[in-house]
């Protein structure tokens, strides 16, 4: 046989069409492991669930159940893909054909493990973010083709410029060194242009011959240096899928058309407006907007983030009111952490199933692998891992992992399914302390459940585990074993079926609130006389209620607010430190369904300064009601709580006191809008309380914070998922708790007892209170999946569980209506007269921000935004900030603060800037404050982090030029972001550097000596910038050793020459700042600026 031409493909044609064999067959086509046709799966007559044949062709490709997850099915020319829980049936439709694909990816993570570099790892059991890449060997031999296959066939767009034509060359040099190695041959026969893609290889067919042979040769050489690297086929793989990512960073994007966004799009002249939701790996969910006649390719630029996979809470799928004439149309809701919502209406329930199972299964590999956001898209092998407590097939070491977290009892077991097969289970037992032994848990095809050691097989999980727990029930290695406690799989464990992305910061996964200090609190301290009382509003159990008003004036101008006034009562001082924690606790949070928290007067009895709720308790609300409250009003309260209490889990926060008198009623809902709560302060803590005050709370009080009165106690995050049901319980009963009037003896009792409240009619309602009041804390749901549950409650007949006399309160047409993110077409214009100020969060020469609550209903329901203005307003002044704004809206990075919008005033005369709002401050101040606790470790991740920041300012272009620590913002203890880009500038094409020829205020005291000398900026001043700014991380904000006050002590007492003439003489003489007594050697200022001589930055 001739050998191959040019002109011939590697990979070749399909001998002979499926859709022409037999009638009523479904073909599941393999992915590709080399040349030849595709190997296919086929199955006759019948109903086929997706992910069973998604199992048989895992099997059938030697993929591992641990890279299951990352697979899916899809129509051949992948215009659709299909949920695991589809059913496919064959009886009255013809033959189908099918691709099982790779569909799950993280692009932009170029870690390395073992010298071999990937895009993506798992966990390891030491919670490392390598150690593991995604789907081992086996996945690299299917991910590396189908990519491959994707480029050869033009299926991926690739332009041809000189970039794309040099990545593209490269790519072929890596595909041709990889068949050599498979093949044991020095150089394979196959032309380079067969491994380019169409366009690219018609293009240089198209060249000279002179060019053709200079590229060939070229081609050779490179091939050669490969292939004296002596680096093996998994290697090559995954260095041609890194490559491949370089040249086609969006590869893994899906993009979907959507009729509408938010709002109804209306028709333009130019053709029917269309928006487009976006959603990969890297990315999270993003949307954007173009014309029908931009499609399949949009251009990538327009689209605007809309939230990363951690921040989605909630996703529902319900038919669009604009249904068309069979009512096909389905509209997708997506809710974020902070309540803001993105819809999205699909042509079809199919497209709508696509997208959101896209979503729902990135947020399993990134976030959750044990949580699904609806059942439509359910995973069947998940639904049956949740109702068993079985976690998925995670190693020896994760389940060892997890036994020693919860102290190694002897009994204690984790079930899981296997990592090696999809049929068998592994049960993981701790026969003794650090002795631990595994059973194979066997199904036959017939559906039963055996386990070496016991007599008799099983017909369920359940029964066999049942059969495990009787005395002497289960031998292992001649040791009888008698289980005694599950440890069931938690929300967002970290196991190897989820991955590490990078830049991404985690957010915190302790289930246990330490206890903070005195010195450790953070709260805004106000001033007495700022404060005017007026009549009492009750008591709480340690406090007295006043409502009142803040005075505060701000740029001379008076300012009044109402406020809710708590003061500590003087018979309680023993509790005062748990009442400031409570206080310190609101102060770090920002949610629209928590009270904000203005501070703490400390003059006399320490007082919390709240937010005024005007409406009061829910518990007062529903007991002055009565009947005439409906369920959906109920309903749409407790889903409000759940989602304030989900944000609090997301930060690792335990509230401790959930209960409906502490849910606030911001906004009644009478009026066609649904209601609006908000939860207040958790008030002095459980861990602090008596047994006698612990058994007043009773049924609210979760019972585990009874068991542990006189050892150190923490609060689990477990205790406020026992809050919830009992509250839900409470709400929709709208009666007194009848275990409140029972005696304390009686009230204890109902614990040891493990009773339960009495069952609400409603079924699904019951099931949800009993799963949060279990008394096993480890089997209550997250937030996540109870928000999940809430959805499922609101059937076609949930009227009919309405009270009998429902009133005018809310229609069901405006039930979900409440977080509406897109209120207007730009949901990024904010219009000045609903921007409600709160305080001033900072004051500079050029600008304040202020906090303020954007509110467009005027019910104190809208969210926290940080507001910048300028404070003088001239043309230069207002096209700076312009350019400000423009900076920061292109910037998307998790260490760069958010942009939310802008404001304009009357005919766009003045402008403002709209951020996201970040409660603990500048780096500084917190520095400052948080000294004692914040070690060298912390100090080295907000080094890191704004590293992180900075990298990508620089990819952007974009130089800073104000990078100090006052310039930082903390959103949380272990999350630091970039902020003030007042000063930021643009650097131009065809250049590094950056002359800045206006004469304006500078911190001339973080300048490098360059930009003092000529006013020039770059990438590598702020470099310089930076180790001044780890001069301050290193004196922790000290305002006796900032870097002004310690280069004018340098200065000394000669004034005569200005400070800038005396700083670059100072910097002349290798004069530097000190390093901090605890800076490390490897990271103090001198070795990051250097002295006059060193090798340049």
């Known amino acids: 046989m001739a050998p191959p031409s040019e002109e011939t493909p590697l990979i070749s044609q399909r001998s002979c069409s499926l859709s022409s064999s037999e009638a009523g067959a479904l073909h599941v086509l393999l992915p590709p492991r080399g040349p030849g046709p595709p190997q296919c799966l086929s199955f006759s007559f019948g109903d086929h669930l997706a992910e069973e044949l998604c199992v048989q062709a895992a099997k059938a490709s030697g993929i591992l159940p641990v890279c299951h997850s990352l697979f899916a099915l899809a129509t051949e020319d992948l215009s659709c893909w299909f949920p695991p829980c589809h059913i496919f049936s064959m009886e009255d439709v013809n033959t189908q054909v099918l691709v099982y694909r790779l569909r799950y990816e993280a692009p932009q993570t170029p870690w390395a493990c073992a010298g071999v570099p990937c895009s993506l790892y798992r966990r390891t059991a030491a919670l490392q973010p390598w150690g593991w890449r995604v789907g081992g060997l086996a996945d690299s031999l299917v991910a590396c083709p189908q990519h491959r296959g994707d480029l050869l066939s033009g299926r991926l767009s690739v332009g041809l410029g000189l970039k794309e034509q040099g990545e593209c060359l490269s790519l072929a040099v890596l595909d041709l060194a990889r068949m050599s190695?498979?093949?044991?041959?020095?150089?394979?026969?196959?032309?380079?242009?067969?491994?380019?893609?169409?366009?690219?290889?018609?293009?240089?067919?198209?060249?000279?011959?002179?060019?053709?042979?200079?590229?060939?040769?070229?081609?050779?050489?490179?091939?050669?240096?490969v292939a004296a690297c002596g680096a093996d086929r998994h290697s090559l793989m995954a260095k041609y899928i890194m490559d491949l990512e370089r040249l086609d960073p969006a590869r893994d994007a899906e993009t979907f058309t959507c009729g509408s966004l938010g709002p109804r799009v209306a028709r333009t002249a130019r053709g029917c407006c269309a928006w487009l939701v976006e959603a990969a790996g890297g990315a999270g969910s993003t949307w954007g907007r173009g014309l029908e006649e931009m499609r399949p390719s949009p251009s990538l630029q327009s689209f605007q983030p809309f939230c990363d996979f951690p921040e989605i809470v909630d996703i529902s799928i319900n038919q669009a009111a604009r249904g068309g004439p069979a009512g096909e149309h389905r509209l997708v809701t997506i809710t974020r952490m902070d309540q803001q919502i993105l819809e999205a209406e699909f042509p079809g329930l199919p497209e709508a199933l696509s997208f959101v199972a896209l979503v729902d299964g990135y947020f399993r590999l990134t976030c959750d692998s044990g949580h699904f956001f609806c059942k439509e898209v359910a995973p069947p092998r998940l639904l049956e891992e949740v109702t068993e407590q079985c976690h998925g097939p995670i190693t020896l070491d994760f389940a060892i992992h997890k036994l020693k977290s919860g102290g190694s009892l002897p009994g204690s077991y984790v079930l899981r399914r296997s990592p090696q097969d999809f049929e068998n289970f592994l049960l993981t037992a701790c026969v003794q302390v650090a002795n631990y032994k595994g059973c194979l848990i066997r199904r036959d095809p017939t559906g039963t459940f055996s386990l070496l050691g016991l007599g008799r097989p099983h017909s369920s999980l359940r029964e066999l585990l049942a059969a495990c727990w009787e005395d002497g029930g289960l031998h292992v290695d001649g040791v009888a074993l008698s289980l005694t406690s599950c440890c069931t799989p938690r929300p967002k464990e970290k196991s190897n079926l989820t991955v590490v992305r990078q830049g991404y910061s985690p957010s915190p996964n302790s289930t246990l609130q330490p206890q903070c200090k005195l010195s450790q609190m953070t709260f805004h301290k106000i001033p007495a006389d700022s404060l005017q009382w007026h009549e009492n509003l009750g008591h709480g159990s340690f406090t007295k209620i006043y409502r009142g008003h803040r005075h505060e004036g701000v740029d001379g101008e008076a300012r009044e607010t109402e406020v809710l006034l708590k003061v500590m009562d003087a018979t309680h001082r023993h509790c005062m430190e748990s009442f400031l924690e409570a206080a310190s606790l609101m102060s770090q949070v920002s949610h629209p369904h928590l009270v904000l928290l203005y501070g703490v007067c400390m003059a006399g009895d320490s007082t919390m300064v709240q937010e005024f709720v005007p409406l009061g308790a829910v518990d007062t609300y529903l007991r002055k009601r009565g009947p005439?409250?409906?369920?959906?009003?109920?309903?749409?309260?407790?889903?409000?709580?759940?989602?304030?209490?989900?944000?609090?889990?997301?930060?690792?926060?335990?509230?401790?006191?959930?209960?409906?008198?502490?849910?606030?009623?911001?906004?009644?809902?009478?009026?066609?809008?649904?209601?609006?709560?908000?939860?207040?302060?958790?008030?002095?803590?459980?861990?602090?309380?008596?047994?006698?005050?612990?058994t007043d709370r009773i049924p609210w009080v979760a019972p585990e914070c009874l068991q542990c009165l006189g050892d150190i106690q923490t609060l689990g995050?477990?205790?406020?998922?026992?809050?919830?049901?009992?509250?839900?319980w409470e709400v929709f009963s709208g009666a007194p708790m009848p275990v409140s009037s029972l005696d304390p003896a009686q009230k204890l009792k109902f614990y040891e007892e493990r009773q339960r409240l009495p069952a609400p009619k409603w079924t699904e309602l019951a099931q949800l209170v009993q799963?949060?009041?279990?008394?096993?804390?480890?089997?209550?749901?997250?937030?996540?999946?109870?928000?999940?549950?809430?959805?499922?409650?609101?059937?076609?007949?949930?009227?009919?569980?309405?009270?009998?006399?429902?009133?005018?309160?809310?229609p069901r047409d405006g039930l979900w209506s409440s977080a509406q993110l897109y209120s207007c077409q730009d949901p990024t214009i904010f219009e000045e007269r609903h921007l409600k100020y709160i305080s001033q969060l900072g004051k500079g020469n050029f600008g304040t921000v202020e906090l303020c609550r954007y509110d467009p209903l005027g019910d104190n329901t809208g969210a926290l935004v940080a507001v910048k203005q300028l404070q003088h307003s001239g043309p230069d002044q207002q096209r700076?900030?312009?350019?400000?704004?423009q900076i920061l809206k292109a910037l998307h990075s998790d260490f760069i603060v958010k942009y939310r919008g802008v404001s304009y005033g009357p005919g766009r005369q003045s402008l403002r800037l709209v951020m996201e709002?970040?409660?603990?401050?500048?780096?500084?101040?917190?520095?400052?404050?948080?000294?004692?606790?914040?070690?060298?470790?912390?100090?080295?991740?907000?080094?890191?982090?704004?590293?992180?920041?900075?990298?990508?300012l620089g990819s952007r272009r974009c130089v800073h030029r104000d990078l100090a620590a006052r310039n930082i913002l903390v959103e949380s203890e272990a999350h630091v972001k970039i902020a003030d880009f007042g000063l930021a500038k643009l650097l131009p094409l065809d250049k590094d550097y950056y002359v800045v020829r206006e004469p304006g205020q500078s911190p001339i005291f973080w300048f490098a000596p360059e930009s003092l000398a000529d006013s020039v900026f770059s990438r590598q001043s702020d470099v310089w910038s930076f180790g001044v700014l780890l001069y301050e991380l290193f004196t922790y904000g000290d305002k006796a050793r900032s870097p002004s006050a310690e280069f004018l002590r340098m200065m000394g007492g000669d004034r005569d020459a200005p400070n800038l003439c005396r700083l670059l003489e100072l910097l002349a003489e290798g004069r530097r700042l000190p390093a901090p007594p605890t800076c490390p050697a490897e990271v103090s200022p001198p070795s990051v600026y250097p002295l006059p001589g060193d090798p340049p930055r």
């Open 181 to 225: 190695c498979e093949q044991a041959v020095p150089l394979p026969p196959h032309s380079y242009k067969a491994c380019l893609p169409p366009r690219l290889r018609d293009h240089i067919q198209g060249l000279s011959f002179v060019t053709r042979k200079r590229i060939r040769r070229t081609v050779h050489r490179a091939l050669h240096r």
């Open 771 to 810: 799963q949060c009041m279990a008394y096993d804390p480890g089997r209550r749901p997250s937030f996540r999946a109870i928000v999940r549950d809430l959805n499922s409650l609101i059937t076609s007949d949930y009227e009919l569980l309405s009270d009998p006399a429902p009133g005018t309160l809310a």
């Open 917 to 952: 709002y970040l409660p603990s401050g500048c780096l500084r101040d917190f520095l400052q404050r948080h000294r004692a606790r914040l070690d060298t470790g912390r100090l080295l991740l907000y080094a890191t982090q704004i590293c992180k920041g900075m990298e990508y």
């Open 628 to 694: 005439l409250v409906p369920a959906s009003w109920k309903l749409q309260v407790i889903k409000q709580l759940a989602y304030a209490l989900n944000y609090l889990e997301d930060k690792g926060l335990p509230h401790g006191n959930v209960s409906a008198r502490k849910v606030l009623l911001a906004r009644e809902g009478t009026d066609g809008s649904p209601p609006f709560i908000k939860l207040s302060d958790p008030g002095v803590s459980p861990t602090v309380l008596s047994l006698e005050m612990l």
């Open 717 to 728: 995050l477990e205790a406020d998922k026992w809050g919830f049901g009992a509250t839900a």
């Open 880 to 885: 700076d900030f312009q350019r400000e704004v």
